[in-house]
């Protein structure tokens, strides 16, 4: 067989099955689009599921991916097999309802022998039990004896996700090894559990629909999935014997090697080291390009814990300082001719990591600690295992990996409790399942909107127009279709064809109004909902609306314009903060609307003032500039020529719409507009705050948001200028000047308080007994914070010189305490913190310190007196012990 690379194989496929009229679709991004029911995109068709249920129309009825996934039920294998891994590439062609089981064996068999020149005399299939179709077609339609065509049970041949959905029987595609692989069984055969022979390509004919009561029937829409791991069929195609020895992952396995100063093969702990970094660096580095960020919680987790797995092994490697982002590129320089979003986002990509990696060598030090106080603590007590609270808390809350904490408990011939462990880790798992919500087959609950026709699709033709004229095709409230609507109703109003914006790419829904012979309806937004279809959320005002009436749709030119302006704005903001931050952010998200812009992008501090003003002042000066704005639709390999921005995660089909601001920033961007940046009047920033990891948020205002800014600015300034009676220009200096003014009395005061604490300690001295040689002091001395209060001791203290001081206080609506004691008082027995806790009791408080000083607070002043006397008689009682 011929050996070809990883990266032709997947074109070799790909062109493959377009010259067989399917759509060639790029990777969907690995964060799943409106399904609950997956973290992370883990198959081929996990982004096609509307398609597959007809819930949405697709572009074609034809389609092939080569898809990224991730799949995170065996991270803990991954490295000590040459098997697993969380990342891989899925190979697909799709049907929907277009062809079924004879074009898909077919044209399976056609790529393998024809085009992969596969021997025939090494390939097997496997059908299900019940499919006697695909068996007769590979029989007689291709020609294999029955030897060949295995039959196997519902388990291995009969593909359905969850309780209920779309499911139906496979067929595969085994490749025979050889007899070297294999088990010298007499009765090894395909289906064994040897090596021998390998399933490396799964036909799903989905032709049944489950139900929960475990029936099935028939799909009047017959579809086809195929899925086939392209990592495996390069593995077979190079004649290796694992993923990690394919050409691009051996890439990276190699460059681990080059920096731990280790050989591949040659030691098999060192080797499960080796293949957790490589698989983890790719899964990380294309999470990261995809917009996920490290968390505690949901897809985060999961990159967070590769992440430090993937550290925690370069350690035991031996590599030394920042490691990650030398690996990224050797990711990306073998991916990145099929994955661009790789290269386009490198620089963020390698900050982010350092960055997370960079923190996780300061846990992995606090956890060390943390895990030795425990060890401490068990030897003192006898104890050989560590509780599994313990152990989670170490791994969930400091990223102190589980395998590490045995380890090291080993070392020391302490277990730790692993099923105690595993209820912790169940419960965080099923806290994570109930927070991500239903896991329906589609991930959602169904709405009003799912019964409508999937056919039906909106276009939007508002970039030109702010008002058309259309049929009202669908009518509805939260619970059924509707035939018409009155006075007071809310509704939702779909149609073919509408002028206004449906929130998207952060970008608020339009409002408006909708006018008929009959009556009128106010709109308080528009959103997309399934199957392209726009849903206007309205409220009728006026009379009454009918299904099939002819309407006129009216958006709100001043709303829309105000939204336009501050969607302007935010473009103009995403590349200026790359001009004075840095080149590695990115747009993490933004919400844009008539009143204001927020904007969150990659970074990992707080901006500086100076920053957040050249930001602003950049932004101010292209909108002075008057620059013109062009929108223009183009294919996508022409918008990264011209250097086109493009979003975290999201899906771009092969024409893009392009906004370019002069050249000054060129976006990819399905928002409105200005035609030119000086219609946005001006730019202010409101504020600059940290939402998480890693991300940051500025929330900003422009054109009529400004004005209204600058006026409840100086009408804040006015009332400050009346208060301190200076004229504007000159409030600042008038407030300085009191400001000092005030300072200087505050130490005027100080001062004088100083003098009358002296003064009182000198009164106070003089009620001073001596128990067994040791001056006692216990006094009330109300009115007195806690910082005037130890001032009070401490001058008491001194004067005493051998004795110790109890003072209370009651200030406002609490009670102050503070005990004191010289050296020679120590040496005799007091300790200052138990008496303050005896003490701090009776005035329903708490509080401790130190044998030389203590301080506590208290609520219940009432009972002060009680208090002088527990205090007298602790004191005593350590005197005289």
């Known amino acids: 067989m011929k050996n070809y690379s990883l990266n032709e194989l997947r074109e070799m496929y790909l062109k493959f099955f377009e010259s067989k009229m ?104 496997t059908v299900y039990q019940d499919d006697e179709e695909a068996a007769e077609i590979w029989r007689n339609k291709i020609g294999l004896p029955n030897e060949k065509v295995i039959y196997m049970g519902k388990e291995d041949n009969f593909w359905e996700a969850g309780i209920d959905g779309p499911c139906g029987p496979c067929s595969e595609i085994y490749f025979d090894r050889g007899p070297e692989f294999g088990c010298d069984s007499p009765d090894c055969g395909v289906g064994c559990d040897c090596d021998r022979y390998m399933e490396f ?57 080059q920096l731990a100063g ?23 580095t294309f999470m990261a390009a995809d917009g996920v960020l490290p968390s505690n919680e949901g897809r985060g987790y999961v990159m967070r814990r590769l992440l430090r797995r993937a550290v925690r092994h370069a350690k035991l490697l031996g590599i030394e300082g920042l490691f990650l982002k030398d690996l990224v590129k050797t990711v990306v320089d073998n991916s990145k001719h099929e994955y661009t979003e790789l290269e386009d986002k490198y620089e963020y990509i390698t900050k982010l990591l350092t960055v997370e990696e960079k923190n996780f060598n300061e ?37 102190f990996p589980i395998d590490l904490t045995h380890e090291i408990l ?64 669908v009518l509805a409230n939260d619970e059924e279709l509707l035939e018409a609507a009155g006075c007071g109703d809310s509704i939702y109003v779909v149609i073919s064809e509408t002028p206004f914006y449906a929130e998207s790419g952060g970008q608020a829904g339009d409002t408006g109004l909708i006018t008929t012979a009959t009556g009128k309806a106010v709109v308080s937004d528009t ?51 790359r001009e004075v931050v840095g080149g590695h952010i990115e747009q993490a998200g933004s919400n844009v609307n008539k009143d204001r812009l927020r904007f969150d992008f990659t970074h990992f501090e707080a901006l500086t003032h100076e920053q957040l003003e050249k930001v602003e002042a950049l932004v101010n000066e292209k909108i002075l500039e008057g620059l013109t704005i062009t929108i223009k639709e183009m294919p996508i390999d022409e918008a990264r020529k011209l250097g086109a921005m493009a979003l975290f995660g999201e899906k771009y089909g092969q024409t893009v719409r392009v906004v370019n601001m002069g050249d000054y920033s060129v976006e990819l961007c399905g928002g409105t507009h ?37 006026q409840t600015m100086e009408n804040s300034l006015n009332e400050v200028s009346a208060l301190v009676k200076a004229k504007k220009t000159e409030v600042v200096k008038k407030v300085e000047s009191m400001t000092i003014e005030l300072k200087n009395l505050e130490k005027e005061n100080e001062k004088l308080k100083a003098e009358i604490a002296a003064s009182k300690a000198g009164a106070l001295t003089e009620q001073a007994k001596t128990i067994n040689g040791i001056k006692v002091l216990v006094s009330q001395i109300d009115e007195l914070d806690m910082n005037d209060l130890k001032n009070m001791g401490d001058s008491l203290k001194d004067q005493l010189q051998d004795g110790v001081v109890l003072l209370m206080s009651h200030v406002a609506d609490k ?21 303050i806790s005896a003490v701090a009791g009776v005035v329903g408080g708490k509080g401790g310190g130190r044998p030389n000083m203590a301080q506590a607070g208290g609520k219940d002043a009432s009972k002060i007196k009680e208090a002088i006397t527990v205090a007298e008689t602790t004191i005593n009682a350590q005197l005289n012990a």
């Open 815 to 835: 009670v102050n305490l503070v005990a004191m004691a010289t050296p020679s008082a120590v040496e005799k027995g007091v300790h200052c913190g138990q008496i």
């Open 527 to 577: 959103t997309k909902v399934i199957g392209g279809k726009f849903a206007h959320h309205a409220q009728v005002v006026e009379g009454s609306i009918e299904k099939g009436q002819s309407a006129t749709f009216t958006v709100e030119n001043a709303s829309r314009m105000d939204t336009s302006r501050n969607h302007s704005a935010t473009h103009l903001l995403q590349k200026a903060l």
């Open 22 to 125: 399917h759509l060639r679709a790029k990777s969907f991004p690995l964060v799943p689009h409106n399904d609950n029911s997956l973290l992370l995109i883990n198959a081929g068709m996990a982004p096609l599921k509307p398609y597959f249920t007809g819930q949405e129309e697709p572009p074609r009825r034809r389609m092939t991916t080569c898809q990224k996934c991730i799949r995170t039920g065996d991270i803990e294998n991954v490295g000590k097999t040459a098997r697993h891994g969380t990342f891989f590439e899925m190979l697909g062609n799709f049907s929907f309802g277009d062809y079924f089981k004879e074009e898909a064996i077919e044209w399976a068999w056609e790529f393998v022998t024809k085009h992969l020149e596969i021997p025939v005399e090494r390939l097997f299939v």
């Open 363 to 399: 846990t992995i030090d606090r956890g060390l600690n943390i895990l030795k106080a425990h060890i401490d603590e068990m030897k003192a007590e006898g104890k050989t295992v560590l509780d599994g609270k313990a152990c989670f808390t170490l791994s969930d809350t400091y990223g």
């Open 201 to 257: 390509w799964n036909l799903v004919f989905t032709q049944f629909e489950r139900h929960e009561d475990g029936t099935y029937t028939p799909l009047a829409q017959k579809n086809i999935d195929t899925g086939m791991g392209l990592e495996r069929l390069a593995a077979m195609m190079q004649g290796v014997s694992s993923i990690f020895d394919v050409d691009t992952i051996k890439a990276i396995r190699d460059h681990v090697c």
């Open 674 to 710: 200005l035609q030119n940046t000086a219609a946005i009047g001006t730019f202010k920033i409101i504020s600059e705050t940290g939402v998480a990891a890693g991300v940051r948020r500025i929330e900003a205002v422009t054109g009529r948001g400004a004005l209204h800014f600058y």
């Open 262 to 284: 280790v050989t591949y093969g040659e030691n098999y702990k060192n080797d499960v080291s080796i293949r957790v970094i490589t698989d983890h660096i790719r899964s990380v």
């Open 410 to 473: 080993e070392e020391q011939g302490l277990k730790a409790d692993e099923e105690g462990f595993k209820v912790e880790m169940d419960a965080q798992r099923q806290k994570a399942r109930d927070a991500r919500g239903g896991s329906k087959y589609m991930g959602a609950d169904e709405t009003i909107f799912n019964q409508m026709d999937s056919t039906m699709k909106t276009t939007f033709v508002g970039y030109d127009k702010l008002e058309t004229t259309g049929t009202l095709e």
